[in-house]
């Protein structure tokens, strides 16, 4: 068929940006003893000092990242170009990096998990696998 839709490593990209920005938005929204219930890893981890970056929520920045980065993935799924391909590049990157940090921090240094962020961050290794198996080099 010539109408169906081939599926492609952006739209792998997509859902997994999806992913983050959703577990984001109710990790902004959510209070988290709601969330995770009292006395939790995730009630830890989100208390810990590491749970903000210059005074803000981690999460928000992860609200920012994961929009800006579904942009972009909807526009190269529209039309591609190079430049789009390399914020998308540059982003999963960036991200499974900080994705290593943050799980270092939650099993080494604050010794508690948050089911929450072990989602975004294993998202985040996942399009790093993809994008490491589908790199072309030209």
Same mark, same amino acid.
């Given at each position: 068929?010539?109408?169906?839709?081939?599926?492609?490593?952006?739209? &792998?990209?997509?859902?997994?940006?999806?992913?983050? &920005?959703?577990?984001?938005?109710?990790?902004?929204?959510?209070?988290?003893?709601?969330?995770?219930?009292?006395?939790?890893?995730?009630?830890?981890?989100?208390?810990?000092?590491?749970?903000?970056?210059?005074?803000?929520?981690?999460?928000?920045?992860?609200?920012?990242?994961?929009?800006?980065?579904?942009?972009?993935?909807?526009?190269?799924?529209?039309?591609?170009?190079?430049?789009?391909?390399?914020?998308?590049?540059?982003?999963?990157?960036?991200?499974? &990096?900080? #994705?290593?940090?943050?799980?270092?921090?939650? #099993?080494?240094?604050?010794?508690?998990?948050?089911?929450?962020?072990?989602?975004?961050?294993?998202?985040?290794?996942?399009?790093?696998?993809?994008?490491?198996?589908?790199?072309?080099?030209?």
């Amino acid at each position: 068929k010539k109408d169906s839709i081939k599926l492609n490593k952006y739209h &792998l990209f997509l859902i997994i940006s999806l992913i983050g &920005l959703v577990v984001s938005l109710i990790l902004a929204s959510t209070p988290i003893q709601t969330l995770c219930g009292i006395e939790s890893g995730c009630e830890k981890v989100q208390d810990s000092k590491y749970s903000y970056f210059l005074g803000i929520k981690n999460s928000y920045y992860g609200i920012i990242g994961f929009s800006i980065l579904t942009l972009v993935l909807l526009s190269q799924l529209n039309k591609k170009n190079k430049l789009k391909e390399k914020i998308i590049s540059t982003g999963i990157i960036i991200g499974a &990096l900080i #994705a290593v940090y943050l799980i270092y921090l939650q #099993a080494f240094v604050i010794k508690s998990y948050c089911k929450y962020c072990l989602i975004i961050d294993i998202s985040l290794l996942l399009g790093l696998l993809l994008l490491i198996l589908t790199w072309k080099t030209k």
